[in-house]
Each structure stands twice: as C-alpha cells, then as structure tokens.
C-alpha cells in the first residue's frame, strides 16, 4: 500500500488542534469552539504564508497574447440555460466572429420553450449549430460531454463560453500556439466583471480582482484551474479523464485536479480579452453563485486526497478549500465565541492574554500591511473602497458557505443552480434578518463587555476582555458595508445603469 501523503498530511493538519484544545479548554463541554478557535489560527497562518509564497509568484507572470496562428480546429460551445435571448444573441455573434478556425454550437438546457424557439431560429439564421437536451443530465458537465461525443475527429479542441463571456476576435489567434507544448492542456482567459450595475456587482468584481490578479498568475502552469468559461481545451486531454467530472456542481474545478494528477498543464493567461462579463445584480444571485462555488469546492476534497498530485499543487489547492471553511463556519463560529464570552461571560479559551497579544497581534498587523502592499502595486484598481466591499461580501456570504460545508459533509446532493442574470430584484427578508442580527449581536457584545471590563477586578481578565473587545470593533466597520450592500443591492433589470470596469 502506498503512502498518501496528501491525506496523512490533511489528518495532521486537523487532529492538531484537538491537543491544544484540549489543554486549553475552561470545560470539557466547550472543547468544540476552543478546537474552532485553534484550527482558526492554524488556517489563518497557513493560509497567509502560501498567500505570500504566491504573490513573488505573481510577481514573476510573464504569460501574454502570442498573436501567432496555430492551424488548429475549434469548436465553440456557448452554454445555456433559460437565459436572457438578447444578450444570449451578442454572445453568439462575439463567439462566431472571434473563431475563424471552426464552428460554434449553442448548448441549451433550457426549459422555457419560447426562449428554445427564439434560440434555434437565431441559431438557424446565424449558420450556429443549435444542440438541446430535454434532460439535464450531468449539467453543464453532462452538456459538454454529450456534445465532445459529437464532434467530427477533424477538431483537435475545444473552447467554452457562458452566455454572458464575449471573446474579442483576437482570442483564438493569442493564444492557440501555446498548444504546440504537448503537455497542455487546458489554456484559460479570466472571466472579468465589466458591466457593474449595484453594490453587490462592484463587491464582486473587487473580491474577484484579487483571485484573477494575484493567485491565479501565481498558479499558471502548476495548480491553475479551469474556471468554466473563457477557455480553451485539448480534446484528447479531456478524453483521457472521462470527460469533464459530472458529480461535483464545480465541473471545471474537479476536472483540473484531474487532469493535473494525469501531468497535464493548465496556463492562466490573464488578458483581457473577454471583454464583457456580468456579475451578480443581486445578493440572490450572489449567494447562488457562491453557494454552487464554495460546495463545488468543499465536494472537491475526495479528488484532492485520493488523487496523485505534487506537493505544491496540492498544498495551493488546499489553501482553496481552506479559504472556504474560514469565510464559512469558521468565521461564523469566531464570532459566536465573541458572543459568549462577551455577552454571556461563558470563559471557553484558557490562555495567558499578554502570551497572545504577543504572538497574534504581530501577525495581525504584518498580514494586514502585507495584504495592503499586494493590492496597490498598481495592476488592480482596489484600494480601501474595494477592500471594504470585499471583506463585506464576504461577510454575507458566511451562512451560505458554513451550509455548503455541512452539505458536503452530510453529502446531501444539491441542485445545480445557474447564477440568474440580467434579472430584477432585491433582497429578501431570510437574506437580511442573519445578516443584521449578527450585527446587532456584535454591537450588543461591545457594549457588555465594556460594562464587564469596569466590573472586572482582575488585570488579566481585563486584558482578555480588551482583545475581544478590539476583535469585535474591528468586525463592526465590515458588517455595516455588508448591511449597505444588502440594501443597495435592487436592480431593476437592463434598463438600470451600467458601469463598465477600466480593466487598463
């Protein structure tokens, strides 16, 4: 039996903290959030050390457009499902004039049959190949698979686009001649946010800047991924997997791991030439789109441990599945734990104040100024605004990761939910009340525990009490740009007013 370095490695990486919690709990019955308090610290160091390592990475990027023609053949899927025809038509026609190397079909797996009628008499006047399932089997994945199983052997790729992903028509020329490398596999164009129409579009958009900028070029040609569209793939390397993975929401994720356990390489090449993009209009469709995300990434944890990868591959794709267990239930259970002590005076961590202070608050203060120094470097236009949008996003989607992660857990199958596009709303009740409770809770918990820290005889109790104080102070600024976010979050459909992104 081989040795499975990758799953003794994530064993380790999650028993560790029992032992500290244990020697530090106030009680056996709180052993649970003390282990959450420790795994806390335990993934916040981890993942700001590989977030370091990754950005000399980025600073070494160096892919760009080769603007050489490789005689290579393409097929074009645009995929959809019941989405909007008019902006489904512009897709069409930015996908066909772009590639001059082959043909383009329209994927649809929609349900709706007046928008299947409008799409095949498009397709039928624009010589664009209609394909449409009555069943959606496999999903986007199950599309792509039944229409690979089409393809004339002439074709030696493919390229995928969503219905809102418009290539210039220099995309095919840029990059097809980094295929003359064998071993790749899969070359990928990011997927920018150009028409920002609310607050919860321009919070995307900045969380998605730091991802597209920095960790992706940092991750080209080694732990890179496929992010669903905007790419273009061999053929035979998909074949040489089974086609794209169908039992994980997150296709493109899965599939990459996959593929880079077989050697093949993924190139990110950060251009931007998908000149348009949508993002989420309303908190709905963000919290549906990181909802299908963040359970594709929590269902992605079988192919991590049970496939073959290098180390640095699947040390970088952990610090993926990490980032989803902190903005989820470990962020959610850092707050309650303020709660309780603050509020409820519930003692769970024992641990010398002064010892922490020491150790933390560097650490705190060097991430944060590391953090700030990675985003003004001038390749992102990011700066306070789009850090506080950014950390408020987050924040909103606490509740909707932490159930993705208990999804995965439980192994309960959700549906595959496309991210609605170019429809009105605004936010609901359900989405509002977590949201704001947990607001008030905070504020409530600064307030006792400054009655609690005048009570307190005890220096070093009023040193705990002060550092929780302080953690919950510095939350309250990003709860408040969430709540804002939340409210500011109506769209009125393609009429509202849109803002396009200067990605120069």
Same mark, same amino acid.
């Given at each position: 039996?081989?040795?499975?370095?990758?799953?003794?490695?994530?064993?380790?990486?999650?028993?560790?903290?029992?032992?500290?919690?244990?020697?530090?709990?106030?009680?056996?019955?709180?052993?649970?959030?003390?282990?959450?308090?420790?795994?806390?610290?335990?993934?916040?160091?981890?993942?700001?050390?590989?977030?370091?390592?990754?950005?000399?990475?980025?600073?070494?990027?160096?892919?760009?457009?080769?603007?050489?023609?490789?005689?290579?053949?393409?097929?074009?899927?645009?995929?959809?499902?019941?989405?909007?025809?008019?902006?489904?038509?512009?897709?069409?026609?930015?996908?066909?004039?772009?590639?001059?190397?082959?043909?383009?079909?329209?994927?649809?797996?929609?349900?709706?049959?007046?928008?299947?009628?409008?799409?095949?008499?498009?397709?039928?006047?624009?010589?664009?190949?209609?394909?449409? #399932?009555?069943? *959606?089997?496999? $999903?986007?994945? %199950?599309?792509?698979?039944? &229409?690979?199983?089409?393809?004339?052997? =002439?074709? /030696?790729?493919?390229?995928?686009?969503?219905?809102?992903?418009?290539?210039?028509?220099?995309?095919?020329?840029?990059?097809?001649?980094?295929?003359?490398?064998?071993?790749?596999?899969?070359?990928?164009?990011?997927?920018?946010?150009?028409?920002?129409?609310?607050?919860?579009?321009?919070?995307?958009?900045?969380?998605?800047?730091?991802?597209?900028?920095?960790?992706?070029?940092? #991750?080209?040609? *080694?732990?890179? $991924?496929?992010? %669903?569209?905007?790419?273009? &793939?061999?053929?035979?390397?998909?074949? =040489?997997? /089974?086609?794209?993975?169908?039992?994980?929401?997150?296709?493109?994720?899965?599939?990459?791991?996959?593929?880079?356990?077989?050697?093949?390489?993924?190139?990110?090449?950060?251009?931007?030439?998908?000149?348009?993009?949508?993002?989420?209009?309303?908190?709905?469709?963000?919290?549906?789109?990181?909802?299908?995300?963040?359970?594709?990434?929590?269902?992605?944890?079988?192919?991590?441990?049970?496939?073959?990868?290098?180390?640095?591959?699947?040390?970088?794709?952990? &610090?993926?599945?990490?980032?989803?267990?902190?903005? /989820?239930?470990?962020?959610?259970?850092?707050?309650?734990?303020?709660?309780?002590?603050?509020?409820?005076?519930?003692?769970?961590?024992?641990?010398?104040?002064?010892?922490?202070?020491?150790?933390?608050?560097?650490?705190?203060?060097?991430?944060?100024?590391?953090?700030?120094?990675?985003?003004?470097?001038?390749?992102?236009?990011?700066?306070?605004?789009?850090?506080?949008?950014?950390?408020?996003?987050?924040?909103?989607?606490?509740?909707?990761?932490?159930?993705?992660?208990?999804?995965?857990?439980?192994?309960?199958?959700?549906?595959?939910?496309?991210?609605?596009?170019?429809?009105?709303?605004?936010?609901?009740?359900?989405?509002?009340?977590?949201?704001?409770?947990?607001?008030?809770?905070?504020?409530?918990?600064?307030?006792?525990?400054?009655?609690?820290?005048?009570?307190?005889?005890?220096?070093?109790?009023?040193?705990?009490?002060?550092?929780?104080?302080?953690?919950?102070?510095?939350?309250?600024?990003?709860?408040?740009?969430?709540?804002?976010?939340?409210?500011?979050?109506?769209?009125?459909?393609?009429?509202?007013?849109?803002?396009?992104?200067?990605?120069?």
């Amino acid at each position: 039996m081989k040795f499975n370095y990758q799953l003794f490695s994530f064993l380790i990486f999650f028993i560790s903290p029992i032992a500290a919690a244990y020697f530090t709990s106030s009680s056996l019955y709180v052993i649970p959030l003390v282990y959450m308090f420790w795994l806390l610290l335990l993934v916040s160091i981890t993942s700001v050390v590989i977030f370091q390592l990754q950005m000399f990475g980025a600073d070494r990027y160096t892919m760009k457009l080769l603007h050489e023609c490789k005689d290579e053949r393409v097929v074009s899927f645009i995929l959809s499902y019941n989405e909007d025809v008019k902006m489904l038509k512009k897709t069409i026609i930015a996908v066909k004039k772009a590639n001059i190397y082959g043909e383009t079909w329209l994927l649809d797996d929609s349900t709706d049959e007046k928008i299947v009628s409008d799409l095949r008499e498009i397709c039928d006047k624009m010589g664009v190949k209609f394909v449409h #399932r009555s069943n *959606r089997r496999g $999903f986007k994945a %199950g599309a792509i698979n039944d &229409a690979m199983s089409q393809i004339d052997d =002439s074709y /030696g790729y493919i390229a995928v686009f969503d219905s809102d992903q418009r290539p210039t028509p220099r995309f095919f020329n840029g990059i097809m001649s980094y295929f003359e490398r064998r071993n790749v596999a899969v070359v990928q164009i990011p997927q920018t946010y150009t028409a920002i129409s609310t607050s919860i579009s321009e919070s995307a958009f900045f969380q998605q800047e730091v991802f597209l900028r920095k960790i992706m070029r940092a #991750r080209n040609g *080694r732990s890179a $991924f496929i992010l %669903g569209s905007g790419f273009v &793939a061999r053929i035979s390397a998909i074949r =040489s997997v /089974g086609g794209f993975y169908e039992k994980n929401v997150t296709e493109d994720l899965a599939t990459s791991i996959m593929l880079q356990s077989l050697g093949w390489e993924i190139l990110y090449l950060d251009s931007t030439d998908i000149w348009y993009g949508k993002p989420p209009e309303t908190v709905s469709a963000y919290l549906t789109q990181q909802g299908r995300w963040s359970l594709g990434g929590f269902q992605a944890l079988g192919l991590l441990l049970g496939l073959k990868l290098r180390p640095s591959v699947f040390a970088e794709y952990m &610090a993926g599945w990490l980032y989803w267990i902190w903005v /989820g239930p470990i962020r959610l259970a850092s707050i309650i734990m303020l709660i309780l002590f603050l509020d409820f005076r519930l003692i769970t961590v024992i641990i010398y104040p002064i010892f922490f202070i020491f150790f933390y608050f560097p650490y705190f203060i060097y991430s944060m100024l590391f953090y700030y120094y990675t985003v003004s470097d001038g390749l992102m236009n990011y700066g306070a605004r789009g850090f506080f949008l950014h950390q408020g996003a987050e924040l909103l989607l606490m509740f909707t990761a932490t159930s993705s992660f208990i999804s995965a857990l439980l192994k309960r199958r959700k549906p595959f939910k496309v991210t609605p596009k170019g429809k009105a709303g605004t936010y609901s009740f359900t989405q509002a009340l977590p949201m704001i409770s947990l607001e008030l809770l905070t504020t409530t918990t600064i307030s006792m525990g400054f009655i609690w820290l005048r009570e307190s005889t005890s220096r070093i109790m009023e040193i705990a009490i002060g550092v929780n104080i302080f953690f919950a102070m510095y939350l309250i600024p990003f709860m408040i740009v969430a709540s804002v976010i939340l409210f500011t979050s109506t769209y009125k459909g393609e009429s509202d007013e849109i803002r396009l992104i200067n990605l120069n």
